[in-house]
T-cell receptor, first 114, second 115 residues
């Protein structure tokens, strides 16, 4: 059972454009939602994260929007750059539960064209 | 810190052979996770340890898979016998913040090909 659904599977955006990736979760006990960025041949790396007590978090060109009632959250990459080309994973976990094991979405491959 | 170190980076083996993947977590991290990544199933948690003790192995696909953590600085994931459907990238990750807010640190993975 996939508890975190991510879309789209891939997207192409022009340099300077906005990339938007959406995720939906089922388990209302989830209380921490990180995003990971993965480059080819590398492991995923933490990009940005949000807790459900805030509706938005911004770090540089990356913004997470969170809608608790809809059980949805999204990543916006503003002014997309070719160096942002990577696979992005949303994830969810229950903080303070043993191990904080992450449940990942299926990933979105982003290609930023120069 | 060198980060999470995995070896080998690539492994090609024949069906039926035993395969051992290795991981060295970041010093001081008390949680260690093994994930498998495939195109079809994405990132799947196989097993995780806390203070060298396996906590949840419900993601281990079958008895052919086993994992150990003999000490705080070393873990292995073993597949015996290996099958072509085990071909995937296997990641090890470690974590220490009990709230998880610093996120996992992943290794660079081991790409396993079973022919």
């Amino acid at each position: 059972q996939q508890q975190v659904k991510q879309s789209p599977q891939s997207l192409i955006v022009q340099k300077g454009g906005i990339s938007i990736i959406n995720c939906a979760y089922e388990n209302t006990a989830f209380d921490y939602f990180p995003w990971y960025q993965q480059f080819p041949g590398k492991g995923p790396a933490l990009l940005i994260a949000i807790r459900p007590d805030v509706s938005e978090k911004k770090e540089g060109r990356f913004t997470i929007s969170f809608n608790k009632s809809a059980k949805q959250f999204s990543l916006h990459i503003m002014d997309s750059q070719p160096g942002d080309s990577a696979t992005y994973f949303c994830a969810a976990t229950i903080l303070l539960a043993a191990g904080n094991k992450l449940t990942f979405g299926g990933g979105t491959r982003v290609l930023v064209k120069p | 810190d060198a980060g999470v170190i995995q070896s080998p980076r690539h492994e090609v083996t024949e069906m039926g052979q035993e395969v051992t993947l290795r991981c060295k977590p970041i010093s001081g991290h008390d949680y260690l996770f093994w994930y498998r990544q495939t195109m079809m199933r994405g990132l799947e948690l196989l097993i995780y340890f806390n203070n060298n003790v396996p906590i949840d192995d419900s993601g281990m696909p079958e008895d052919r898979f086993s994992a150990k953590m003999p000490n705080a600085s070393f873990s292995t994931l073993k597949i015996q016998p290996s099958e072509p459907r085990d071909s995937a990238v296997y990641f090890c990750a470690s974590n220490t913040d009990p709230e998880g807010t610093y996120g996992y640190t992943f290794g660079s993975g081991t790409r396993l090909t079973v022919v």
